[in-house]
């Protein structure tokens, strides 16, 4: 199947500070990648739609200016957490989706913790 | 927008026995429903998916069903051994949008 990455796979930060995390198609172009947002034993909540050179679109509820996606390449999206906040520590999961098709691949995960 | 909803959110059974997990939507326009397995830490693993000109598909010990009148698709699995043991999502698709279930903790005790 197709290989998502994600880095980096765990980060810890300071209040105040921002986080870049980065998600790959390794073997396919996703024009389409998702982020996600996974609470401890809760579901996957999807933050934003990001669209190959096109500004992504974002769930009711988030912060688009606090959640900075750039989605450069057909195998790059970015999520930045800026200004992060202990409320912000939760677990980031992107998938990607091979054009014309429905599965979704997700990446490993990021484990971020702001202290 | 399309909900999701799944249940049971907990779920126990012995080695060996089956396990049903079941799960509604709200929008008759989804047509792609996939369930993931996702075990702790780790990212969620497609198992197997159903589209919504097929009302049921199977893989081995897993098989999936689908009602689209009722709107409801469930995830069947025979023979559970330990290893099955983890969180599973449902989820229904109309093109981009793709919804989850809240999930279903299973254990398979041996």
């Known amino acids: 199947g197709a290989v998502v990455s994600q880095h980096p796979s765990r980060v810890i930060c300071k209040s105040g500070t921002s986080v870049k995390i980065e998600c790959r198609s390794l073997?396919?172009?996703?024009?389409?990648m998702f982020w996600y947002r996974q609470f401890p034993k809760q579901s996957l909540m999807l933050m934003a739609t990001?669209?190959?050179?096109?500004?992504?679109?974002?769930e009711q509820g988030v912060e688009k200016d606090k959640f900075l996606i750039n989605h450069a390449s057909l195998t790059l999206s970015t999520l930045t957490v800026t200004s992060a906040h202990p409320e912000d520590s939760s677990f980031y999961i992107c998938s990607a989706r091979v054009a014309g098709a429905g599965e979704q691949f997700f990446g490993p995960g990021t484990r971020l913790t702001v202290l | 927008g399309e909900n999701v909803e799944q249940h049971p959110s907990t779920l126990s059974v012995q080695e060996g026995d089956s396990a049903v997990i079941k799960c509604t939507y709200s929008?008759?326009?989804?047509?792609?429903f996939p369930w993931y397995k996702q075990e702790l830490g780790k990212r969620p693993q497609l198992i197997i998916d159903?589209?919504?000109?097929?009302g049921e598909k199977k893989d081995q010990r897993i098989a999936v069903t689908l009602n689209k009148t009722a709107k409801h698709f469930s995830l069947h699995i025979t023979e559970t051994q330990p290893e099955d043991s983890a969180v599973y999502f449902c989820?229904?698709?109309?093109?981009?949008?793709?919804?989850f279930g809240a999930g279903t903790r299973l254990t398979v005790k041996p």
């Open positions: 990001s669209n190959e050179g096109s500004k992504a679109t974002y």
């Open positions: 989820a229904a698709s109309i093109s981009n949008d793709m919804r």
């Open positions: 073997d396919f172009q996703a024009t389409t």
């Open positions: 929008d008759s326009a989804s047509n792609y």
């Open positions: 159903i589209r919504s000109n097929v």
